[in-house]
């Protein structure tokens, strides 16, 4: 009996033990479901939207690029694009070969489309071609029964009016790289693009704008079901430029089949008005995407369009640079207005005969005869005299030498040489030699045009160290320029020399000069050398320019200002292998500076 009654209390025990395990796990239960349904509900709410819900950024409108008068110079316009999804298609590439016989499609183009179906799900949209034509769009719809799978999506594409006229200032956008630093998630978005060069480039992160996102629900294999909420992201700030698209247009047509760069800045504020670098390429197409045929069409091409030559090119200055070498010289006291000079057509140093442009000679002249001739002796001299660290060091005041640094990439400091950088650069001692033909701004000494037109803003205005800027200035705005340290007199008879060479007969430039409305211009040709001549050339006489081939030709150079009395413009002119300053570059120079005039007189544009 006594064994019954505790087989019976061995069964209670383990029946209260199992209960009471069974009790404490359905409570573990329990307050493991509160935990999840309570304490962690946002959380896996938020794991279950993501589940059926996508986020994707939106692109926001690219900022607009305005020149000086409001005229658009870079804007976005309807662009629409022909996309195919491969599951609404049997087969792609009969649908791709059917669409060939509507539009064209480039074998490039059909590879990349493959290639991307191959990396994205079936019901994706992938891209063929954008920038299509009314015409084009009609087609594809009016044969949309034998196109299945194909589709028309509509969006904004960048869009330069002007074409290549403003490529080398305003630059292009393109998709990003691997190599661009990916700081802001809309540079994840497949085909986004951004500035590549020019005033795209520089002002990028303002133009970029700030993305908006689009919440769709999705079903489990990714498909969009239908759109949940839509927040329109903020387009990119207006950038309004110191460009005159009249002028940069008069600009760039004055150049025609010639390669070079002109700059036109007013020389109180330093604005830019125009930049040309000629011959360019056409934004347009950078932005759609080149084919690698066209691609190596531009880089081949011997006058370099895709090179930004105003900031980029690097050339000697010829004449252009005898400014600075007569204020050098005044300014150190090597010569005073009254210092004269003969010219006999060639000068000695030892052994070695220098020669003046001009066979028979100048006569005496003083330095303002000497500008408005552009005679080589009396600037040979007044170097030998000089030195070439003291002309060096006035050119440097004058902007050369460094980068003006207005923003644009591919900038070049052109070279200013010194007794110090020719011991360093190749271990010898510089010569006298050196020093008479760097007078006439030619040997070792390099410029950019932009550097140019910096000069001869300075000089203009009398003295006030300007700075290229594409900043557009308002009535009222402050203008930082500081004064050069510069004798007012000397700074005169360089602008009256300027002045001569325009305006009085044996003038370089006499045949380039203007009389609008009582408002005449000053100026400096230039020619330099790319070749060295030979004394049996020189003495023959016969070598002809345009018989060289023209890669040798001489580069053409032109400086110069308006109103000669009251100036306001400055211009600086390269025409690359152009043969000669006062035939070629003075010419359009002239033409540049009498536009801005008449357009200042009519505030309408001049045919």
């Not at 996508?54 to 658009?72: A, F, M, Q």
């Not at 002796?377 to 060096?392: D, P, R, V």
């Not at 150079?557 to 292998?577: I, R």
């Amino acid at each position: 009996m006594n064994r019954d009654n505790d087989k019976g209390k061995v069964l209670i025990n383990r029946s209260l033990i199992l209960a009471a395990a069974q009790f404490l796990f359905l409570l573990v239960i329990i307050v493991r479901l509160y935990y999840l349904q309570v304490y962690q509900a946002d959380k896996y709410k938020t794991l279950a939207d993501e589940n059926r819900i996508s986020t994707r950024l939106l692109v926001p409108p690219r900022g607009v690029i305005y020149d000086r008068h409001g005229k658009e110079l870079a804007t976005n316009r309807q662009n629409f694009q022909v996309m195919i999804v491969a599951e609404q298609t049997t087969d792609v590439q009969d649908t791709l070969n059917a669409l060939k016989k509507i539009m064209p499609i480039s074998k490039e183009e059909e590879e990349k489309v493959k290639k991307d179906l191959k990396k994205n799900r079936s019901f994706v949209p992938i891209k063929i071609k954008d920038n299509l034509t009314w015409e084009e769009v009609a087609k594809i719809q009016l044969n949309a029964p034998d196109l299945p799978g194909i589709i028309i999506d509509e969006g904004l594409s960048r869009y330069y009016p002007y074409g290549e006229k403003m490529a080398h200032v305003l630059g292009y956008v393109s998709s990003v790289s691997e190599n661009d630093v990916k700081d802001d998630p809309l540079l994840e978005v497949p085909g986004f693009k951004i500035g590549k060069a020019g005033i795209e480039k520089l002002f990028e992160k303002k133009l970029r704008g700030k993305g908006g996102n689009l919440k769709l629900e999705v079903n489990a294999y990714g498909r969009v079901m239908k759109e949940i909420e839509r927040v329109d992201g903020i387009a990119g700030e207006k950038i309004d430029l110191s460009l005159d698209a009249r002028l940069q247009t008069k600009a760039y047509d004055l150049f025609g089949e010639e390669s070079g760069a002109a700059i036109l800045l007013n020389v109180h504020t330093g604005e830019i008005l125009a930049f040309v670098s000629t011959p360019a390429y056409d934004p347009n197409l950078l932005t759609q995407g080149l084919s690698s045929k066209e691609w190596k069409e531009l880089n081949s091409n011997e006058k370099n369009p895709m090179v930004n030559k105003a900031l980029a090119g690097q050339y000697s200055p010829g004449s252009t640079f005898k400014m600075v070498v007569a204020l050098a010289a005044l300014e150190n006291g090597t010569i005073t207005p009254q210092t004269r000079a003969f010219c006999a057509g060639k000068m000695f140093l030892g052994s070695h005969a220098f020669h003046c442009w001009k066979k028979e000679g100048h006569g005496y002249l003083d330095v303002v005869q000497a500008l408005q001739h552009s005679c080589d002796i009396f600037f040979y001299e007044t170097a030998q005299k000089l030195g070439i660290n003291k002309i060096s060091e006035m050119a440097r005041r004058f902007s050369m030498g460094e980068k003006v640094n207005i923003g644009l990439e591919n900038e070049k400091p052109g070279l200013l040489p010194t007794t110090e950088w020719k011991q360093r650069r190749f271990g010898e001692p510089w010569q006298q030699g050196e020093s008479l033909i760097s007078g006439i701004g030619q040997g070792y000494i390099l410029t950019t045009p932009i550097q140019l037109a910096t000069m001869t803003a300075r000089i203009a205005n009398g003295g006030y160290e300007i700075v290229p800027t594409f900043k557009k200035f308002n009535v009222g705005d402050k203008i930082d320029a500081k004064k050069m340290s510069l004798n007012p007199l000397h700074i005169e008879l360089v602008k009256q020399g300027m002045f001569d060479v325009m305006n009085i007969p044996g003038g370089t430039a006499f045949g380039s000069r203007f009389d609008f409305k009582g408002q005449k211009l000053a100026g400096k040709t230039g020619t330099t050398q790319v070749r060295r001549i030979t004394m049996k050339e020189r003495q023959s006489g016969i070598v002809r320019q345009e018989d060289l081939p023209w890669k040798f030709r001489n580069h053409a150079l032109f400086v110069g200002y308006a109103p000669h009395d009251n100036p306001k413009y400055a211009v600086a002119v390269l025409v690359e292998h152009g043969r000669g300053g006062s035939s070629v570059a003075a010419p359009i120079g002239s033409k540049l500076l009498l536009e801005a005039l008449k357009l200042d007189a009519t505030s309408q544009p001049v045919e």
